[in-house]
């Protein structure tokens, strides 16, 4: 009996101490092996990585069954896939939870996404890399060809020669930039990993302009700058320093002092200013939608149907209205998306379709928004000048 007990003790340390001495290169190892098994560049979207190369996550999928089967046979392959015996999976869990709370990884899933353009960043790579209407190919690879090509080039020594003088491989035959061995054939992504971050650059703008972000000059209306200025706190007093807060930081300037705000902004009355303050500071969790407000998680997010740019929704402080932050948002990833996969001109190029889409994307819907912003801040100001009938003024 005592035996037993002492073979399960084992069991139970040696899946716990194997689980816990894995490090953040192992999975990024066995992420690269999935997805070369996949026929996909090592190259990946930011969200599937992190899902990818999370070990509290790809325990779970292997203890439920639903990991990929590459992925699981990449972690047998190198020693880390589940453990045969009920007190050995014991261990490995609890090893992996702890060396979740050692290296950060779960909490590195709250890091990535800690700021509106990441989070956009992170949904536009998604959909660009969803195979029923995106463009996976972006992040995959093909087959080289000989000079001629005819044939494609294989890993043998027969073509280790010509590979080398194509720049497939280097002098010492390892493969260069970009280029991959799988199933005895040499294959090169499809397009260079900086070429498809670019076709974030839209929406990247559409999310730093809805927030914000993008007048280097001072604040946006009704909006102190971050430097602001003795004289004029809407502009700033150092420019540099202005963009570099905004660009790095993500920093905004705060609502103006009401005798400033009134200036920019007469179209929202002390009434409305003061309640959307009050909605803006107030942290304390709000599930009821009935009041057309909400707050969840401390304030982590926050939306209203009634606030001074209309109905928005807050992200951790960011301001993002619907009519000129979140439509131009959508319509931008939508038409990066949908540029992308059509491609243009005879060669159908994803990445100058995609820029194209989506710059005409952003285009379109902030004309079309920042117009249905200026309606409605018109009718509000209307509104707000019409004489009290119980006063008669």
Do not use: C
């Amino acid at each position: 009996m005592a035996g037993r007990y002492a073979g399960a003790w084992d069991e139970l340390k040696r899946g716990f101490n194997k689980a816990y001495g894995e490090g953040r290169e192992d999975q990024i190892q066995i992420h690269h092996r999935e997805r070369n098994a996949r026929g996909e560049d090592i190259e990946s979207p930011r969200g599937e990585k992190l899902i990818g190369t999370n070990r509290t996550l790809t325990f779970i999928n292997d203890l439920i069954g639903k990991s990929r089967p590459e992925a699981r046979k990449a972690r047998e392959d190198m020693g880390m896939g589940l453990e045969p015996t009920l007190m050995g999976k014991l261990g490995q869990g609890g090893g992996v939870l702890a060396g979740d709370l050692t290296q950060d990884r779960s909490r590195e899933v709250w890091w990535l996404i800690n700021a509106p353009q990441a989070a956009v960043n992170v949904a536009q790579e998604l959909l660009l890399h969803n195979k029923k209407f995106g463009s996976p190919e972006l992040w995959g690879t093909n087959r080289v060809k000989s000079a001629d090509g005819k044939r494609p080039l294989t890993s043998s020594q027969d073509d280790v020669e010509e590979a080398i003088e194509l720049g497939y491989l280097d002098e010492n035959e390892e493969t260069t930039r970009g280029v991959s061995r799988k199933d005895g054939y040499l294959r090169k992504r499809n397009y260079e990993p900086g070429w498809v971050d670019s076709l974030m650059i839209p929406s990247g703008i559409a999310t730093n302009a809805g927030i914000g972000l993008m007048n280097p000059f001072g604040g946006s209306e009704g909006y102190d700058a971050v430097f602001a200025s003795d004289e004029d706190p809407n502009k700033t007093e150092n420019m540099l320093a202005e963009v570099a807060a905004k660009y790095i930081l993500g920093r905004t300037g705060n609502l103006s002092k009401w005798d400033e705000f009134k200036e920019e902004r007469p179209d929202v009355s002390k009434g409305e200013y003061n309640a959307y303050k009050a909605f803006k500071w107030d942290k304390n969790n709000d599930m009821d939608l009935s009041d057309g407000d909400f707050t969840v998680g401390t304030g982590v997010l926050k939306g209203t149907t009634d606030g001074i740019h209309g109905a928005e929704l807050q992200f951790l402080g960011r301001s993002l209205p619907v009519n000129t932050a979140l439509m131009p948002i959508a319509a931008t990833m939508a038409g990066t998306v949908m540029g992308a996969r059509r491609g243009y001109g005879p060669g159908r190029r994803k990445i100058v379709g995609g820029l194209m889409g989506g710059i005409s994307g952003l285009a379109s819907s902030s004309l079309a928004g920042n117009m249905v912003e200026k309606e409605r801040r018109r009718r509000n100001e209307e509104n707000n000048n019409k004489p009290d009938p119980m006063y008669g003024n």
